[in-house]
């Protein structure tokens, strides 16, 4: 009996074991279907959340579309947080990156938004700006006025007491910036013009010149050759001209639309340009532009080479040079009201929707 009594302890021992070893494993494996479970929760809720910033980005870019083109939003959403990162591609697209973060735990998603290169120069321009040039900018003499912020991705000198020219804020703003990546040289008083160093070059905007070329074949004025005319007088139908080789206007010339040349441009004695329509560019070259006494001229002058400006000439839209920049004598030179027409035959393209997904 006591043998008998010995060998069912044993299996009642056994089979305790036996269970307490299931409910520990039972235990284990609900323990960690709990942690897979709540794990799965709170990446879902990282992921929705990160879902969330990217709904806010394109809310943002919807309403103010360059200023959001490329930059950062970070805000808390319902248990957590995201961090939102807009890039602008090479080709006008936008991306749009967002991490949420629940717990300590991050998930990211990304689209691609579908944008144009004349969304890119937008928001390269500024309507603030009356000078920017890739080169120098030289004042000569004091005899100038300038509305609007100036810009050198080199050094800003003066010579000749033109440390006493004016300086105007822009017509959207209350203050005068001029910021260079060099040395300027010397400053200019009064308290509404500041002072700003830039570490690095500004990328400059770009106009499409084929697109133009193209507008004047086939309604303006197209003139494969050189150009040097006294007293010419010019309205095209579209309101562009486009000649294929450098231009002289002297005398009395003047020209109602825009003159896009592939090569030099020299305006001289008396000159007048009109804008053929709101935000359309004045003078487009592929080289150097050289204006001078007693000149008028409605909208952007953009020069590929240098911007050279003398004696009695009003530009109301502003100077853009991939050289250098000279204004001597009296020179008046006004920001854009306006984004001007980088490319005239690129459509508007709202944004959309290129590719998106889940990145981790």
């Given amino acids: 009996m006591h043998s008998r009594d010995g060998t069912v302890l044993i299996v009642v021992m056994l089979v305790s074991m036996i269970m307490l070893m299931a409910v520990t494993s039972m235990m284990t494996l609900a323990g960690n279907a709990s942690f897979r479970m709540r794990r799965m929760t709170i990446d879902a809720k990282a992921m929705n959340i990160a879902e969330a910033g990217i709904a806010d980005m394109i809310g943002r870019l919807t309403t103010n579309y360059w ?5 950062t939003n970070a805000a808390q959403f319902a248990d957590g947080s995201f961090y939102v990162v807009s890039q602008t591609l090479g080709d006008g697209n936008v991306v749009v990156t967002s991490t949420g973060t629940v717990d300590g735990v991050s998930r990211v998603t990304a689209i691609e938004l579908l944008g144009t290169e004349r969304d890119r120069n937008d928001l390269l321009f500024s309507l603030d ?3 920017l040039s890739g080169g120098d900018v030289r004042f000569r ?9 100036v ?10 007491g033109a440390d006493q020219g004016d300086f105007l804020p822009a017509s959207n703003a209350t203050e005068v910036v001029i910021s260079a990546v060099g040395d300027i040289s010397p400053g200019w008083e009064g308290g509404n013009v500041t002072y700003s160093s830039e570490p690095n070059p500004r990328e400059l905007p770009e106009f499409d010149f084929d697109s133009y070329r193209q507008l004047a074949m086939e309604g303006g004025i197209y003139i494969d050759g050189d150009l040097d005319e006294h007293h010419w007088n010019s309205a095209p139908a579209n309101g562009i001209i486009y000649v294929n080789g450098d231009v002289v206007l002297s005398g009395n010339s003047s020209i109602h639309g825009t003159l896009v040349v ?6 001289q004695n008396n000159y007048s340009q009109t804008a053929f329509a709101d935000g359309m560019p004045a003078v487009l070259s592929t080289g150097s532009v050289d204006m001078s006494n007693r000149g008028r001229i409605d909208g952007l002058v953009y020069a590929t080479v240098n911007v050279y400006v003398n004696n009695n000439v009003d530009i109301d839209g502003g100077i853009i040079s991939g050289g ?10 006004t920001h854009p009201s306006d984004y001007p027409d980088w490319d005239p ?12 997904g889940w990145l981790r």
């Fill in 67 to 71: 200023h959001w083109q490329d930059n």
């Fill in 129 to 131: 700006g009356a000078i």
């Fill in 141 to 149: 003499t004091a005899a100038f006025t300038i509305r609007g912020n």
């Fill in 151 to 160: 810009h050198s991705n080199q050094e800003i000198t003066s010579a000749s």
């Fill in 262 to 267: 592939n090569g030099n441009v020299t305006f």
């Fill in 324 to 333: 250098f920049t000279e204004i001597n004598n009296r020179t008046d030179v």
């Fill in 345 to 356: 035959l690129q459509p508007d393209i709202p944004p959309e929707v290129v590719v998106g």
